[in-house]
Structures are given as structure tokens and as C-alpha cells.
């Protein structure tokens, strides 16, 4: 096997639950080779560098085989190097600390899990009922 399509490839390699998400992300921009991106129908070869934009992280693997068939997960390293550079799972880190306070549209209300891990981050360890209020 020469060539394979990419939207098969992520979705072979467990990237991508569905083959439709792949084909999804490529059309949305957020699949890369060389910094350009690509249509799902683009071939991919041995060797190349593929980007994958999951934001706020952009993941970088290096296809090692090809294949068109999904695969368990334990043979995925034989098809697949993860390049992805440190910053980005430092970045991916950030955006979990911070992910309470900005909340993204359609999440609802904060829970009370989340309403006292926001107090924590903006008052310290200050409990509101140790706090002297004027009144």
C-alpha cells in the first residue's frame, strides 16, 4: 500500500472516532501537511508530518505505515510517532486550569463544584464566611 486517503489514515489510527469527524476536520482547516491544509481526499505517504488542530492544541504525528482499516489501540505506535511538541500539552494544561472560568456557550449554569473552584482560584483559600463584609 502506497497511498492511502488522510481521512481514512486519522480514522484508522484512532485520531478521530468517525471517519465523517476526519472528513470534517480536513474540510474545516484544522488537518495540515507542510502547513497547507488539506481536502479529506488528499493521499498521504510514509514519512510525512500531519498537523491536527484540536484546539486550543495542535497535535503533530509522523506517519510511520499506512493503513485503511482501523486498528486496536495497541497497534496504533507501529503506523504512528506522536512529534507533538512540549508546549503544546503545556498549552492543553493551561486550558484545563482555566477551562471553569471561561465556560464555553451551551454548558449551562456552573455547577456547585464549579462555582467553588472559582471562588478558590479568585479569593485564595479565604472561605466567604471568613471575610468581613461592611454593611
Known amino acids: 500500500m502506497d ?9 484508522a489510527v ?3 472516532k468517525t471517519r465523517t469527524v476526519a472528513s470534517d476536520a480536513c474540510k474545516k482547516g484544522r488537518v ?3 502547513n497547507l491544509s488539506v481536502k479529506p481526499s488528499r ?9 491536527v488542530r484540536k484546539p486550543p492544541v495542535t497535535f503533530s504525528f509522523k506517519v510511520l505505515a499506512l493503513s485503511d482499516k482501523r486498528m486496536g489501540a495497541k497497534l496504533v ?3 504512528m510517532e506522536n512529534v507533538t511538541p512540549p508546549d503544546q500539552y503545556e ?8 477551562g471553569f472560568v471561561d465556560r464555553q456557550r451551551g454548558q449551562g449554569r456552573p455547577t456547585k463544584k464549579d462555582r467553588r473552584d472559582m471562588e478558590q482560584l479568585i479569593h485564595g483559600s479565604v472561605e466567604f464566611d471568613e471575610l468581613d463584609w461592611e454593611e
Open 91 to 98: 498549552l492543553m494544561e493551561l486550558n484545563k486550569i482555566s
Open 43 to 51: 493521499s498521504i505517504r510514509a514519512g510525512e508530518i500531519v498537523q
Open 14 to 16: 484512532r485520531i478521530f
Open 3 to 11: 497511498e492511502v486517503r488522510i481521512d481514512k489514515w486519522l480514522w
Open 32 to 34: 495540515m501537511i507542510g
Open 77 to 79: 505506535p507501529q503506523f
